[in-house]
């Protein structure tokens, strides 16, 4: 592996990334919006960053954009991209490729990171996804909802009148106007589909864990709470580290 490496995560709203040096001595992640890809490769190329390990759930367009830097640059490549099988995971899509890779690398982290549990995995981004997998690394399947932003949108996009306050988002007692109905609603809805979640994940394991990642995640721990819990925010970058280690070997 060339250091300093690169580990980029390009998302649907936002880029992550950090920069691992030698002794896998980590720099802090950052963040940019998704628009900003050049602005991150600039800062990069500041860190004397050599080597780059890419994950991307955005257009074709932002993948080319990143593969010709790292070419002018002169760096080494890693395209992270959903497989059948790697790092002790077995993929339960029939067309493996079409698995998002944030949720495959999330999966692939988590596994190596507590090998003899089973889990049940959240990634909080612009999406609510969850996954399954069981002690011997085989992925269970998972679900896809819209994420607690993405709900608000879909509700109020066309509507002008209605503001749910920051307190309207931390209960779910019946509200008394619009504005609350709204605001409890979407909470309860959320809850709701966490607790289920929990259910499931309990029907494959007395014991399971939960490993919870993305910019959300503050939203779904607390319905996780007495619960055998994990939050790791930087769970996709983990398994990109560690996919792109395994490349080299």
Not at 217 to 233: E, I
Request: hydrophobic content about 45%.
């Amino acid at each position: 592996m060339r250091f300093p490496q690169a580990e980029v995560d390009v998302g649907n709203t936002r880029i992550k990334w950090r920069v691992r040096y030698a002794m896998d001595r980590l720099g802090p992640v950052m963040y940019r919006s998704s628009a900003d890809s050049a602005v991150v490769m600039g800062e990069l190329q500041v860190d004397g960053v050599r080597a780059l390990a890419l994950s991307s759930v955005g257009a074709p367009a932002a993948v080319q954009q990143w593969q010709q830097y790292a070419q002018e640059c002169q760096w080494s490549l890693y395209l992270a991209a959903s497989e059948s099988s790697a790092a002790g995971v077995v993929n339960a899509y029939r067309e493996p490729g079409r698995l998002g890779v944030d949720r495959w690398l999330a999966m692939i982290a988590a596994h190596n990171a507590y090998p003899s549990d089973c889990l049940c995995v959240f990634n909080a981004g612009s999406a609510l996804t969850v996954d399954f997998v069981a002690t011997n690394g085989r992925h269970l399947g998972g679900y896809i909802v819209q994420g607690w932003a993405m709900l608000q949108r879909a509700l109020l996009g066309n509507t002008q009148r209605i503001h749910v306050r920051a307190e309207m988002m931390s209960d779910t007692l019946p509200g008394d106007d619009t504005d609350s109905c709204v605001g409890h609603g979407r909470l309860l809805m959320w809850q709701g589909f966490i607790r289920q979640m929990i259910v499931q994940a309990e029907s494959y394991s007395a014991v399971p864990r939960f490993v919870v990642a993305g910019g959300d995640a503050d939203k779904v721990l607390p319905v996780l709470q007495g619960r055998l819990c994990m939050h790791c925010p930087d769970l996709v970058l983990d398994g990109l580290a560690i996919m792109a280690r395994s490349a080299e070997c």
